[in-house]
């Protein structure tokens, strides 16, 4: 009986190891995505490439960015973190040191798309709640998650301001430099995810209630195959992409929409800050809600919250106060869908694929990210304003919030497999 519970307690000390180095690694991550759209503008005016081209360039990372998000879930789930987050955190580095020496547009699109955009899929919230899922007891892990997606909003709020500091002081070269070795010191948090067992599901806490029948753990193309014909998990794919649409245009235009609203440079920065500050305490609220009532309900309330806050984009005059409440609203609700969406994706399927699983679910959120940044872009140069998308990510809220009420998140088990009918 000393043995079991010494197992379960050194079980439960790696896990909570993985929780904090994954906890930083989302900050890193995020943290420097979410400055993305400072330079922005300092690049058109230095280089003279359009607005509209620089959104492409940063669209096209977030679709690189999913479409990679499976393979690498994969091969995380099968093979262990470590060694794709490290693989991760060179390419960020790579990426951002070509953005800072490139002279002609398609270098630079080189780094922020093709490499960053690969690198965030070894790095992002699939792989890293994918281990926690594993390495964490069962009655803990929906507030578990939520601690770990409070990383990428901490990121957000240390990075934002950190980055415009770093332009201001250093130039946006030099600051594009600095982050690149900010990212190979992180590399080395890859090493505590060590604990992380691929294909296993943590050994502490009651999984046996809602593990499979007769012990049989489907193997990873059955679960695929129970994926794709399971409607509900469609429903998350589609709601997500509303997810990504909206968070990668606020990230990437909110500083720009500031300076179209007569607000300071600073205004920008500082509202992605309190985006993440507020996010921190969303994410974990949504982790403690999660463990306690069925996650698609908030997850529907957090997208109908969205709507009503780009709304009033549109119809309150923007002044700093406004900005600032905005961003403070938008913060509660930002990643709060991430513990949640995966805490379905795990109650339905289990947490052995989750980064499998949650890599596909995420790749319709980048396919939204794309459609959010480069439209963004693209409405504000021909229109001269983002009242246009603004409008439309309300309404692609409201959608979102409906289509995730139908959603069946009960536990598949084999009598279902058998009845594929019955799986909706």
């Not at 995420?362 to 396919?367: G, L, N």
């Amino acid at each position: 009986m000393h043995d079991k519970h010494s197992s379960a307690a050194r079980s439960l000390d790696a896990g909570y190891i993985v929780l904090i180095c994954g906890f930083l690694a989302l900050a890193v991550s995020f943290g420097i995505r979410a400055t993305f759209g400072l330079f922005v503008l300092p690049i058109h005016a230095d280089l003279g490439w359009s607005i509209t081209a620089l959104s492409l360039t940063l669209a096209v990372q977030n679709l690189l960015w999913g479409a990679a998000q499976p393979l690498a879930g994969a091969l995380a789930d099968t093979r262990g973190a470590p060694a794709v987050m490290i693989v991760g955190f060179v390419l960020y580095a790579a990426g951002l040191a070509t953005m800072a020496y490139s002279s002609d547009l398609m270098v630079f699109g080189l780094g922020a798309g093709l490499l960053i955009g690969f690198a965030q899929s070894a790095i992002g919230f699939p792989i890293v709640l994918g281990a926690i899922g594993r390495t964490v007891p069962e009655e803990r892990r929906s507030l578990c998650l939520g601690i770990a997606t409070a990383g990428g909003s901490f990121g957000q709020f240390v990075f934002a301001p950190l980055g415009q500091s770093l332009l201001a002081g250093f130039g946006w070269i030099n600051a594009l430099l600095i982050m690149s070795m900010i990212c190979v010191g992180a590399a080395a948090l890859a090493l505590g995810m060590r604990a992380d067992k691929p294909g296993k599901e943590s050994n502490t806490g009651n999984h046996t209630a809602k593990g499979p029948v007769d012990g049989v753990e489907p193997g990873l193309r059955t679960v695929l195959s129970q994926a794709a014909r399971h409607r509900g998990f469609m429903l998350l794919v589609a709601g997500f992409f509303v997810c990504g649409f909206q968070l990668s245009f606020i990230v990437v235009h909110l500083p720009a929409f500031a300076a179209l609203c007569g607000l300071s440079a600073t205004s920008g920065s500082t509202g992605l800050a309190l985006i993440g500050l507020f996010n921190i305490a969303g994410t974990i609220a949504a982790g403690l809600i999660g463990a306690h009532y069925r996650p698609k309900f908030p997850l529907a309330m957090i997208y109908f919250g969205r709507a009503i806050a780009c709304t009033a984009m549109v119809l309150v005059p923007v002044t700093a106060p406004v900005l600032y409440g905005f961003s403070v609203v938008m913060g509660l609700l930002w990643l709060s869908t991430v513990p949640l969406t995966s805490g379905v994706v795990s109650q339905i399927f289990g947490p052995k694929y989750l980064g499998t699983l949650f890599g596909i679910v995420f790749f319709s959120h980048q396919v939204g990210s794309f459609v959010g940044v480069w439209l963004g872009g693209y409405v504000f140069e021909t229109t001269g304003s983002y009242t246009l998308i603004w409008w439309l990510s309300a309404a692609l809220a409201v959608a979102a919030g409906l289509i995730h009420l139908p959603i069946d998140d009960r536990r598949i088990d084999d009598r279902r497999m058998a009845e594929p009918s019955k799986v909706s």
